[in-house]
Nanobody, 126 residues
Framework: QVQLVESGGGLVQAGGSLRLSCAASGRTVSSYAMGWFRQAPGKEREFVAVLRWSGGSTPYADSVKGRFTISRDNAKNTVYLQMNRLKPEDTAVYYC???????????????????WGQGTQVTVSS
């Protein structure tokens, strides 16, 4: 079992920054791939970024590439999403998720993930 708790959301003006955190707990959390997704009102949940605790490449959605950075602190079992140059279209509930498997391109699909956090709201005003 893996538990995920997100934090760090809030209201920010366009062009601003936020850093989201996802604290993970569980006996084998280090073997999971960790993803960030977001869901805006009336839209489907969409992939943002993913990483593995063991390292390697960190794919991003095209819409956030160059503005968002996913990272991890292995000692704290925490994954971060640094969001810079935020836009109103980034407004959504952001979710952290854990997957037992990591393979391209399946990491972009929510169904590939086994555990989810409760989500944190990010609102970007224009």
């Amino acid at each position: 079992q893996v538990q995920l708790v997100e934090s760090g959301g809030g209201l920010v003006q366009a062009g601003g920054s936020l850093r989201l955190s996802c604290a993970a707990s569980g006996r084998t959390v280090s073997s999971y791939a960790m993803g960030w997704f977001r869901q805006a009102p009336g839209k489907e949940r969409e992939f943002v970024a993913v990483l593995r605790w063991s390292g390697g490449s960190t794919p991003y959605a095209d819409s956030v590439k160059g503005r968002f950075t996913i990272s991890r602190d292995n000692a704290k079992n925490t994954v971060y999403l640094q969001m810079n140059r935020l836009k109103p279209e980034d407004t959504a509930v952001y979710y952290c998720a854990a997957s037992r498997s990591y393979s391209s391109p399946y990491y972009i699909y929510p169904s590939n993930y086994d555990y989810w956090g409760q989500g944190t709201q990010v609102t970007v005003s224009s």
